[in-house]
T-cell receptor, first 112, second 113 residues
Framework: DGGITQSPKYLFRKEGQNVTLSCEQN?????MYWYRQDPGQGLRLIYY???????QKGDIAEGYSVSREKKESFPLTVTSAQKNPTAFYLC???????????FGSGTQLSVL | QKEVEQDPGPLSVPEGAIVSLNCTYS??????FMWYRQYSRKGPELLMY????GNKEDGRFTAQVDKSSKYISLFIRDSQPSDSATYLC?????????????FGGGTRLMVKP
């Protein structure tokens, strides 16, 4: 069953803690993306990657980091430098030459 | 002013009604337009994808683009309670631009039995 799997569904972060959100896809897509969704706001791009071992900052990359060691995987780390991390985080993938994106089910991150 | 504006709603309609959801935008370079449906606490799923101006129909859904007015619409015929969700519009200037999508904030739709 092809798709994008995000885990965990809910995550809590303590002050000063780094947390990592997982994103795995078996759609054989080259491009992967991380978006942040806040209530009433459009999705905002955090980071994206179009090839293994390469990634680019999006509009709101500060306080976040990513890696792309495998085509299937694109984990996002929310660092302690991100002062307002509470949001719904969405991972997406797609083919390189298309703006049609396929999204995972999201991770809700909250601060304790 | 946001680049893409969308009324947040909620829009409440009775089952069977025709629903009209709209977005306005300011960037005249946008030429690819999408509508995504997002159920509560789930990821968005692509409903409609259109290029330039005109209409596109898929079952009960019709997407309409008016580039001269910088206005796009999604019509849902014979609305069902299962259509209750948040609808996001998205647009880009370049098809090779998964990283260049601009999203609206979404309109929450409630279809009551």
């Amino acid at each position: 069953d092809g798709g994008i799997t995000q885990s965990p569904k809910y995550l809590f972060r303590k002050e000063g803690q780094n947390v990592t959100l997982s994103c795995e896809q078996n759609l054989n897509h080259d491009a992967m993306y991380w978006y942040r969704q806040d209530p009433g706001q459009g999705l905002r791009l955090i980071y994206y990657s179009q090839i293994v071992n390469d990634f680019q900052k999006g509009d709101i990359a500060e306080g976040y980091s990513v890696s792309r060691e495998k085509k299937e995987s694109f984990p996002l780390t929310v660092t302690s430098a991100q002062k307002n991390p509470t949001a719904f985080y969405l991972c997406a993938s797609g083919v390189i030459d298309s703006s049609k994106l396929f999204f995972g089910s999201g991770t809700q991150l909250s601060v304790l | 002013q946001k680049e893409v504006e969308q009324d947040p709603g909620p829009l409440s309609v009775p089952e069977g009604a025709i629903v009209s959801l709209n977005c306005t935008y300011s960037n005249s370079a946008f030429q690819y337009f999408m509508w995504y449906r997002q159920y509560s606490r789930k990821g968005p799923e692509l409903l409609m994808y259109t290029y330039s101006s005109g209409n596109k129909e898929d079952g009960r859904f019709t997407a309409q683009v008016d580039k001269s007015s910088k206005y796009i619409s999604l019509f849902i015929r014979d609305s069902q309670p299962s259509d209750s969700a948040t609808y996001l519009c998205a647009m880009s200037a370049n098809n090779n631009a998964g990283n260049m999508l601009t999203f609206g904030g979404g309109t929450r739709l409630m279809v009551k039995p």
